[in-house]
């Protein structure tokens, strides 16, 4: 079931120095950020925080098979961008943003929710309309612009999607009593009807999410793709991402412009009134 990368996709990925983005999408609540999280620095907090969108760089480090094939380490090196976008529908020009922009994407649903796998079905549809009107947009600017021909047809989006259908919260013990949606029929909807791929994780203890970042990487990097870093490099990747954040934002900070203090006008000195020694009335 896994989507291979064309030609064209790989030496695009080449060029670019082997980056690629995956856009994770899901319902409030449902794990997405956990997922992500458990896998760049090894945690786990139990405690739900909206997020906005939050974008994630992984170095996946040098591919040996390239290196192999006598690439440097620039060609061997594969960059990881993890965009982590908000489970409410309050923001759907980001939304529609992050669908353009992705190369691959992650749907989320809860085990224990059956309405958070209905919102991966309509996701979903969302995707594959917004891809289409994406490839008929840029098809018809390239006729329009006196192009066409088949170099433009090559840096189309691809028809299908490139699609990873994830069931969070499957805990080994507490999956069993809770569950709501059973493990058979997501993977028969996901794999025999969609055509995606279909895995489980757990970021409250692990289970399945080195698996899953396992598939995305094969899934945007093509055969062979792999993830060989220890947990250890990964948080030390995470370290180091967050410490950047955080200078940048101090930077920002320092180069945002002051409000102008206004003071209030200080009333011109009047000159003392002359005093009179020998002053007369007139009765």
Known sequence: MKQQLSHREQQQQQQHGQR???VFFGAAGTGKSSLIRRFLSDSFDPIYKPTVE?????????????AA???????????????????????PAMRRLA????????????????????????????????????????????????????????????????ILVVGCKSDSREASSTRAVAKEEASCVTELDWGH????ASAKDGGGVMELFQELVGMVKGPGGDVRLSAETRRAQFRDQA?????????????????????????????????????????
Request: hydrophobic share 30%; net charge negative; aromatic share 6%.
């Open 20 to 22: 690629a983005r995956v």
């Open 54 to 66: 939050e974008l994630h760089r992984f170095n996946c480090g040098t591919d040996t098979a390239a």
């Open 69 to 91: 094939g006598g690439g440097g380490r620039g060609d061997g090196e594969f960059i990881l961008e993890l965009l982590d976008t908000a489970g409410s529908y309050s923001f």
């Open 99 to 162: 669908v353009r922009s992705g190369d691959a994407f992650v749907l989320a649903f809860s085990v224990d929710d059956p309405d958070s796998f209905e919102e991966v079905t309509r996701i979903r549809d969302e995707i594959l309309v917004e891809r289409a009107t994406l490839r008929d947009e840029r098809l018809a600017n390239g006729h329009e612009g006196g192009g066409g021909g088949s170099g433009d047809a090559e840096d189309l989006p691809r028809a299908a999607p490139r």
């Open 197 to 200: 791929r279909y895995v489980e």
């Open 243 to 283: 410490k950047r954040q955080q200078q940048q934002q101090q930077q920002r900070s320092k180069e945002r412009p002051k409000r102008a203090e206004t003071f209030p006008k200080v009333e011109e000195a009047r000159p003392p009134g002359i005093k009179k020694a020998n002053s007369c009335s007139i009765c």
